[in-house]
């Protein structure tokens, strides 16, 4: 599906969404996100599928501990890597014929965000919750689902029950995606 959001260039920004963002700023010995969605409102992300089953806004609500000016103010910017995301989960949500919840915070997290934000700063990471009616806190579910997800492909990682209790966390690493010109 095409994502009817303007792309921008996070160099462009004011100087306060480049000291939150980071644009382009090394992470982890990565560079971070420089091309974002520019959303201008909470019903902008709502109505924009990125795929049939997953709007903007569930890869993109945080908590108080995201910077102010990223929580209280829009426009919002989101890496344009989630759309990349969106097509994974939406194949996950495929394979295992059911909806997929996305905890608050287990999508798209800001650099800023007092929580270390970690692989979530580049929007290619998601903290699954729930799948149907079945909430991912066991060790068995989180390596039954865990096994669907990364048969996808050698491209997707989850994590372990030892490392995460209480979801199962997905991401596709380190994908920076820029627009084409």
């Not at 792309?7 to 969404?17: M, P």
């Not at 982890?28 to 992300?45: K, T």
């Not at 929580?71 to 295992?96: D, G, N, T």
Request: aromatic content about 8%; some cysteine; glycine content about 4%.
């Amino acid at each position: 599906m095409s994502v009817p959001l303007k792309i921008v260039d996070g160099l462009q920004l004011s100087e306060a969404h480049r000291a939150a963002l980071r644009p382009g700023e090394i992470l982890d010995g990565r560079s971070l996100p420089r091309f974002f969605y520019e959303v201008e409102s909470w019903e902008q992300a709502k109505a924009t599928q990125l795929t049939a089953h997953f709007a903007l806004s569930e890869l993109m609500i945080v908590d108080y501990r995201e910077c102010d000016l990223l929580l209280r103010e829009f426009p919002h910017y989101v890496p344009c890597a989630v759309s990349i995301l969106a097509r994974y989960l939406e194949e996950l949500r495929q394979r295992v014929e059911a909806p997929i919840h996305i905890a608050a915070n287990g999508g798209y997290r800001s650099p800023a965000h007092a929580i270390a934000p970690g692989i979530h700063a580049w929007a290619t990471a998601a903290d699954i919750c729930r799948i149907g009616t079945t909430w991912i806190d066991t060790p068995a579910d989180i390596e039954k689902y865990g096994a669907i997800a990364a048969a996808i492909g050698q491209e997707v990682w989850v994590s372990s029950p030892a490392e995460s209790d209480d979801h199962l966390h997905v991401d596709l690493r380190h994908v920076v995606c820029e627009p084409a010109p």
